[in-house]
């Protein structure tokens, strides 16, 4: 086990209720770390560029839209196996499938807007932050 960084985002359909907060004690309460965090709008080419990964899936464009519609809190979170750890916590992409108690089992609203992103892998965590955040921004 290490202590690892990953990406986290609050999209725009948790900003939009209000629920930043209570979705920073759910990862903190898992034992993650907020390590970093800014409050930001992601504009038309930041979100084709962050989710340049699906561009051919049929929910693109619909994601992008959505990711754009307000605003989003990025966030560098820090722990034991953190990006393993943040997408247990998550819960599964689609709501209706995710565990109970999970972040979007309790908040999201469907599998497009689910309330939180985090990062897949190490490696994804590593060009996710950095997409983001400069080192002197991450204060661990
Ligand atoms: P994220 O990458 O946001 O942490 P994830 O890894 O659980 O979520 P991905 O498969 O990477 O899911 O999809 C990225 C995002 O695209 C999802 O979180 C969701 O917002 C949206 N998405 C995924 N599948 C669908 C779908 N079938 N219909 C609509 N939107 C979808
Ligand atoms: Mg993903």
Do not use: C, W
Not at 66 to 84: D, H, N, R
Not at 110 to 133: K, M, R
């Amino acid at each position: 086990m290490a202590t690892e960084r990953t990406l986290s985002i609050i999209k725009p359909d948790a900003t939009r209720r209000n629920l930043t907060g209570r979705i920073n004690a759910a990862l903190e309460d898992a034992g993650l770390r907020i390590v970093a965090q800014r409050r930001t709008r992601l504009t038309q080419a930041q979100a084709e560029a962050f989710y340049a990964v699906h561009r051919e899936r049929p929910f693109f464009r619909g994601l992008v839209e959505f990711m754009t519609s307000g605003p989003v809190v990025v966030q560098v979170l820090e722990g034991e196996s953190a990006v393993a750890k943040n997408r247990e916590v998550m819960g599964a992409t689609d709501p209706k499938k995710a565990a109970a108690g999970t972040i979007r089992a309790q908040f999201a609203e469907d599998i497009e807007a689910n309330s939180v992103h985090g990062s897949d892998s190490p490696e994804n965590a590593a060009i996710e932050i950095g997409f983001f955040f400069g080192q002197v921004d991450i204060v661990g």
